[in-house]
């Protein structure tokens, strides 16, 4: 089954403790990318890769970190975390080219920062 | 100028009847256009994509883009309860290959 798996699905931490949301796709997407989703504000897009080794900034990249070591990863790293970063995040994946907008998204994950 | 603008909604549309969805984008470049739809407390799943100026027809779902105006639209015929949800729309910049996505409209089809 064709599928984004984002872990954990839900997380509760403190400020300044790092934590990392992993993300797969079993598709052989080039495309993946991270989002995260308030209330007033949309979906906004934090980093975005097209390939191995090859990530760029979204919107609102501050306070976080990517990397693309594999095709199929693309975790999300939250160095020290604030509570303004308190949020549900998307991770989503896509092939490139025409369609790289039709994005598959994992399930979520609701993180909240104390 | 907001990059992609949606109204916010609640829209309300009785059952059966066609719902109209609307986005507007300020980038001219801009090449590739989507709807989303999102139930409340769910990941986005993409309904529809348009890439050429006209109408595409998916089903009940007909989706308008008119690069002139910089608008695109979703219409959902015979509204049915279960298209109550958050209707997104979404960009792609081939400049950057961002996909840019609206605040969303909210559906709700009255039964």
């Known amino acids: 089954e064709a599928q984004v798996t984002q872990n954990p699905r839900y997380l509760i931490t403190v400020t300044g403790k790092k934590l990392t949301v992993t993300c797969s796709q079993n598709m052989n997407h080039e495309y993946m990318s991270w989002y995260r989703q308030d209330p007033g504000l949309g979906l906004r897009q934090i980093y975005y890769s097209m390939n191995v080794e090859v990530t760029d900034k979204g919107d609102v990249p501050e306070g976080y970190k990517v990397s693309r070591k594999e095709k199929r990863n693309f975790p999300l790293i939250l160095e020290s975390p604030s509570p303004n970063q308190t949020s549900l995040y998307f991770c989503?994946?896509?092939?490139?080219?025409?369609?790289?907008?039709?994005?598959?998204f994992g399930e979520g994950s609701r993180l909240t920062v104390l | 100028q907001k990059e992609v603008e949606q109204n916010s909604g609640p829209l309300s549309v009785p059952e059966g009847a066609i719902a109209s969805l609307n986005c507007t984008y300020s980038d001219r470049v801009s090449q590739s256009f989507f709807w989303y739809r999102q139930y409340s407390g769910k990941s986005p799943e993409l309904i529809m994509s348009?890439?050429?100026?006209g109408d595409k027809e998916d089903g009940r779902f007909t989706a308008q883009l008119n690069k002139a105006s910089q608008y695109v639209s979703l219409l959902i015929r015979d509204s049915q309860p279960s298209d109550s949800a958050t209707y997104l729309c979404?960009?792609?910049?081939?400049?950057?290959?961002?996909?840019?996505f609206g605040k969303g409209t909210r559906l709700h089809i009255l039964p």
């Open positions: 979404a960009v792609n910049k081939y400049r950057d290959d961002k996909i840019i």
């Open positions: 989503a994946s896509s092939l490139l080219g025409r369609g790289t907008g039709e994005l598959f």
């Open positions: 348009i890439y050429s100026n």
